[in-house]
């Protein structure tokens, strides 16, 4: 158990439509990363929030958008959802600002975009 | 971009050991890491080296780390059911750059 939580475990959702994924980081920790796995592939990094601004983000389009709160929670948004965007949705959190540090998983949430 | 490399599928019979190779592209990578996956879970950590080691064990688990050939590998001794899963290899460059993984590699243990 990591300590990280992500709700909700499974999502589905139809074309065009819009979707919120939320993200508790560990204790202590106050960044988190996002990240899209689809089936049979690795994990593929989203962006990285630390205290509540973004630092630093992937190969991602802008409709992947994101938000931390003060409490070092996150959100994840996708507008215009695409059947590709099915995938699941893995929240990081780190101890630090710094890509480098070490990222501790949380479950994730399915997405399945019919 | 950067590449991470593994081969998708091993098979060991329960009590053998299992060795699980990764290779990559960057040379600037500055950590690198395996990660284990269950079916329908997150990825959990399973063990880190810094570049600058070659090698580093923990428990069932060693890693190797040939930073000329840019691979390495995570053995497991006397391997479990349990450790039926699929096992990602991830590194980390120089600077604030994010983890970059491999595709995964599924091992499958036989009783």
């Known amino acids: 158990e990591t300590g990280v939580t992500q709700s909700p475990t499974h999502l589905i959702k139809t074309r065009g439509q819009q979707v919120t994924l939320r993200c508790s980081s560990q204790?202590?920790?106050?960044?988190v990363s996002w990240y899209q796995q689809a089936l049979g592939q690795g994990p593929q990094f989203i962006f990285q929030?630390?205290?509540?601004?973004?630092?630093g983000r992937g190969n991602f389009p802008p409709r992947f958008s994101g938000l931390q709160f003060p409490n070092y929670s996150s959100e994840l948004n996708v507008n215009a959802l695409e059947l590709d965007d099915s995938a699941l949705y893995l929240c990081?959190?780190?101890?630090?600002?710094?890509?480098?540090?070490?990222?501790?998983f949380g479950p994730g949430t399915r997405l399945t975009v019919l | 971009g950067e590449d991470v490399e593994q081969s998708l599928f091993l098979s060991v019979r329960e009590g053998d050991s299992s060795v699980i190779n990764c290779t990559y592209t960057?040379?600037?990578?500055?950590?690198l890491y395996w990660y284990k996956q269950e079916p329908g879970a997150g990825l959990q950590l399973l063990t880190y080296i810094f570049s600058n080691m070659d090698m580093k064990q923990d428990q069932r688990l060693t890693v190797l780390l040939n930073k000329k050939d840019k691979h390495l590998s995570l053995r497991i001794a006397d391997t479990q059911t349990g450790d039926s899963a699929i096992y990602f290899c991830a590194e980390k460059g120089s600077g604030n750059t994010p983890l970059v993984f491999g595709k995964g590699t599924r091992l499958s243990v036989i009783a």
């Open positions: 990081a959190s780190t101890p630090g600002r710094l890509l480098t540090d070490t990222q501790y």
């Open positions: 960057d040379s600037s990578s500055t950590y």
């Open positions: 929030y630390y205290r509540e601004e973004e630092n």
């Open positions: 204790s202590g920790h106050n960044t």
